[in-house]
């Protein structure tokens, strides 16, 4: 049985609702087309199953991409507020965390609700679990082969995201459709990640896992590189928390990360003019900073006595010992990859879609949006406002 609609979006994820809501309000018959048994489980687990769904202080800069310039349009014509109004016609309870992060206050299945009530009024056709089999253009339709039969659309949107998290359904299609297109790809690879160290350089450091701080993390140089100040955790394997996560999207194969455990105080300048001062342990002193596991395990690790006396050192010890606060430096070995990154980095080469709507050059009538392309967020709600927005820019184009 073959259907006909004007609108085909593949994928019922954050982009692909909001662009089907869109197209469908605007008088389009859409068809929201998905293989998951559930719907947008990627919402429904975000932000500790709270949807850490946008970020007030959104700008371009908050995103990763070879094209830079190319997000600018679809954030600008569809901003935080914008989505807050929707979140606020729907009367749906939220907060803001900290640095601009807002959460709904009960669950992520509000705005998984808010958005399906959208299509609702757009009515919008569903076909759900289906899986596409096959998509192709013959003359001005698309013809896509389903479980459910084959629909015939004028348009296709692709809103199936990137290669993360398997577990919960993602999966290659977008860059496969795009390869079968000769749309060119920017390499992807695992982003918003925990980092993994070797096992000979991470032994000394299990004993610290469970750890938490705040710090300033970098990697890279100026021009390409990334610097965070957020809260780090150790764990069995490596590091992970808020400042990893973020600094993972900017790491590169082999590459160190400069770790400042202690932001804002300079450590030897400390231990130095303290050292004819207090008369106190080198772990005692510490402790007025770090936690006190933190210290025992860091003074082991780099072979300095806890119960050393501060008079008793010699200065240039006390340099190398603050130095080693201020300036860690260590090289992961990789990352836990896909199964744990939030999103995917690269994806479709923005150079091949229209900043206004989202449509490929070479393929009238085929779009891509959200995670499927080469446009990527901090950590902080910046990957669902634009997911919003390159959906909202491709749903009004249609």
């Not at 073959?2 to 692909?16: H, L, Y």
């Not at 830079?68 to 954030?75: M, Q, R, V």
């Not at 998509?135 to 199936?160: S, W």
């Not at 490929?360 to 959200?370: A, C, D, E, R, S």
């Amino acid at each position: 049985m073959t259907q006909a609609f004007d609108v085909a979006v593949i994928g019922a994820g954050a982009a692909g609702m909001m662009c089907a809501a869109v197209a469908g309000q605007r008088g389009k018959r859409v068809v929201l087309i998905d293989h998951a048994e559930k719907l947008a489980e990627k919402i429904r687990i975000s932000g500790g199953g709270r949807c850490n769904f946008t970020n007030l202080e959104t700008t371009p800069q908050n995103f990763l991409s070879q094209n830079p310039h190319f997000c600018k349009s679809a954030l600008s014509r569809y901003t935080p507020k914008d989505f807050i109004d929707l979140i606020k016609r729907y009367a749906i309870p939220f907060h803001e965390k900290h640095k601009g992060q807002l959460f709904c206050d009960r669950s992520a299945e509000d705005i998984i609700q808010m958005l399906k009530a959208e299509c609702e009024v757009g009515k919008v056709s569903w076909r759900m679990p289906t899986a596409v089999r096959k998509l192709g253009k013959q003359g001005e339709a698309f013809h896509i082969t389903t479980d459910a039969g084959e629909i015939i659309a004028q348009q296709v949107v692709i809103a199936t995201g990137g290669l993360s998290i398997p577990k919960i359904g993602a999966t290659d299609f977008a860059f496969r459709i795009a390869k079968q297109f000769d749309i060119k790809l920017i390499e992807p690879r695992p982003a918003l990640v925990p980092l993994t160290f070797s096992e000979a350089d991470w032994q000394s450091f299990i004993p610290l896992a469970g750890i938490s701080l705040e710090v300033d993390v970098a990697t890279g140089d100026k021009k390409t590189g990334g610097q965070f100040r957020e809260d780090l955790l150790f764990t069995h394997r490596g590091l992970s928390g808020p400042a990893v996560l973020q600094i993972s999207s900017y790491w590169k194969d082999s590459a160190a990360l400069t770790l400042n455990l202690l932001p804002g105080l300079d450590v030897a300048q400390e231990l130095l003019a303290a050292k004819h001062q207090v008369k106190k342990n080198l772990a005692n002193h510490l402790s007025q900073w770090l936690p006190v596991r933190l210290i025992e395990g860091w003074l082991q690790v780099h072979a300095f006595k806890p119960d050393a006396r501060l008079a008793d050192m010699p200065d240039q010890q006390l340099r190398r010992l603050g130095a080693s606060i201020n300036q860690w430096q260590i090289s992961p070995n990789g990352s836990e990859g896909y199964r744990k990154a939030e999103v995917t980095l690269g994806g479709v080469d923005t150079r091949e879609l229209s900043q206004q709507s989202m449509m490929t050059n070479k393929v009238p009538g085929l779009y891509f949006i959200g995670e499927s392309v080469d446009v990527t967020g901090w950590l902080g709600g910046y990957n669902f406002q634009w997911a919003w927005a390159s959906g909202t820019a491709a749903g009004l184009a249609i």
